[in-house]
């Protein structure tokens, strides 16, 4: 049965504004929550990103007043680590063989799950190396594109504008091509992911 967020968790005693901020939280579940939900299950369909999701709100709820950034960015930095923390809990040799593409001090991640197919895995497998030996910004752009994440949400995540993540999507997608081929077409491929239009080469 799937996690429902109908009322924020206990407001701090010292809360000065407590409906303002209860309005603030619920719009943004309501905005943010279906998007969470689709972003842990690209990352890691094997793993809770239901709960990951429920739990980033949490933590967003009692730290409210303190997240000065953007509440989106803080929530899918959130997310996305406590997806890591489970995969690292839960491994075992044979059962999450799973690449981990990222920023080097683990704050992002891409799990993957293994391809039945010997091919597909190889060449899926050989993108993700290639993209985890890219500088940071350029590695954490692509991967929220692979995402769908908009541009405007990843210069959020990145503290950036959308010309510039246009830029280091561009120079990460050229880097990674020069190695494997062309990257998307071996996400595109993943089971469950679906074309669709978007904001990112309009």
């Given amino acids: 049965m799937g996690r429902a967020v109908t009322e924020p968790p206990a407001q701090p005693k010292d809360d000065a504004e407590p409906e303002a901020r209860h309005a603030e939280f619920t719009q943004l579940y309501d905005e943010e929550h279906t998007r969470l939900l689709r972003i ?13 999701a429920h739990d980033a709100f949490v933590r967003l709820w009692r730290r409210w007043d303190t997240v000065h950034t953007s509440k989106r960015a803080w ?3 959130t997310m996305c680590n406590l997806i890591i923390d489970q995969a690292r809990s839960l491994e075992r040799p044979g059962e999450l063989t ?10 992002y991640r891409v799990l993957v799950q293994r391809q039945r197919d010997p091919e597909h895995w190889q060449e899926l497998s050989d993108t993700l190396r290639a993209i ?16 769908e994440i908009s541009d405007d949400e990843t210069a959020e995540v990145l503290g950036c504008d959308r010309a510039t993540v246009r830029k280091y999507v561009s ?6 091509a020069e ?4 990257p998307e077409r071996r996400f595109a491929a993943r089971p469950g992911r679906r074309g669709r239009g978007n904001d990112h080469d309009r």
């Avoid at 799973?98 to 704050?107: A, F």
């Fill in 40 to 52: 842990a299950a690209m990352m890691a369909p094997n793993l809770d990103g239901e709960g990951a």
């Fill in 75 to 77: 929530l899918v930095r």
């Fill in 179 to 182: 190695v494997v081929g062309n």
């Fill in 132 to 147: 985890g030996k890219l500088p940071e910004q350029l590695r954490t752009a692509l991967v929220l594109r692979f995402w």
């Fill in 171 to 176: 120079t990460a997608r050229a880097r990674v």
């Fill in 98 to 107: 799973d690449e981990l593409t990222g920023w080097q001090r683990g704050t």
